[in-house]
């Protein structure tokens, strides 16, 4: 398995410009999450997923949609990318039955800097 | 508002010296909690989590974590740490968000710095 993927692994932007982050678990997870982490801010949830075709807003949600239009994808979308934005991003995912229900699984991140 | 809280930013030790970080939540209910670790450029890996039963929890590396219910407390610890433990050390705890559900909130994290 290849667990939790995230595409790309860095990225640059100029303020404006917009872009999509891909996640992907090969795990057959249910719940999916897209986490922002600054310094000293530790981890804030910023979406998350509870299954396919669902989405709901976390702790930071504003300037990003999500979507999960396939169990295994979760895409993070930026439609006008802001400095505040800069930051590196991680994806995460669990299942939520089984020994390791409710641990969450992490992918490798995408540090992404605005301009 | 329910949260996690870790009280050293920055904890700098020699090689052999024990660790013990700190880790609060203030919630009443029934909890799972985490401890996570991120090496230098890596993502977070889990060390160890408590869901039910002994409240001392032996992980991967030499950690463990004990439950404390009445301080509402998960600290981690090791014996001796080894320049290799140099890393970010978050404590999380699942928390409920509101409609039935939970959250995984995170402490802000720990830097901890290993001198050999």
């Known amino acids: 398995n290849a667990g939790v993927t995230q595409t790309p692994k860095f990225r640059v932007l100029k303020t404006g410009q917009s872009m999509t982050l891909l996640c992907a678990q090969d795990m057959n997870h249910e719940y999916m999450y897209w986490y922002r982490q600054d310094p000293g801010m530790g981890l804030r949830l910023i979406h998350y997923?509870?299954?396919?075709?669902?989405?709901a807003k976390g702790e930071v949600p504003d300037g990003y949609n999500v979507s999960r239009l396939k169990k295994q994808n979760f895409l993070l979308g930026l439609e006008s990318a802001a400095p505040s934005q800069t930051s590196v991003y991680f994806c995460?995912?669990?299942?939520?039955?089984?020994?390791?229900?409710?641990?969450?699984?992490f992918g490798p991140g995408t540090r992404l800097t605005v301009l | 508002a329910q949260s996690v809280s870790q009280h050293n930013h920055h904890v700098i030790l020699s090689e052999a010296a024990s660790l013990e970080l700190g880790c609060n939540y203030s919630?009443?209910?029934?909890?799972?909690l985490f401890w996570y670790v991120q090496y230098p450029g890596q993502h977070l890996q889990l060390l160890l989590k408590?869901?039910?039963?002994?409240?001392l929890v032996k992980g991967i590396k030499g950690f463990e974590a004990e439950f404390i219910k009445s301080k509402f407390s998960f600290n981690l610890r090791k014996p001796s740490v080894q320049w290799s433990d140099t890393a970010e050390y978050f404590c999380?705890?699942?928390?409920?968000?509101?409609?039935?559900?939970?959250?995984?909130?995170f402490g802000k994290g720990t830097k901890l710095s290993v001198i050999p």
């Open positions: 995460a995912s669990n299942p939520t039955s089984g020994r390791w229900r409710n641990e969450q699984f």
């Open positions: 919630y009443g209910g029934t909890v799972n």
């Open positions: 408590y869901f039910s039963g002994d409240p």
């Open positions: 999380a705890v699942n928390l409920p968000s509101g409609a039935g559900s939970y959250q995984l909130t």
């Open positions: 997923s509870v299954g396919e075709g669902t989405t």
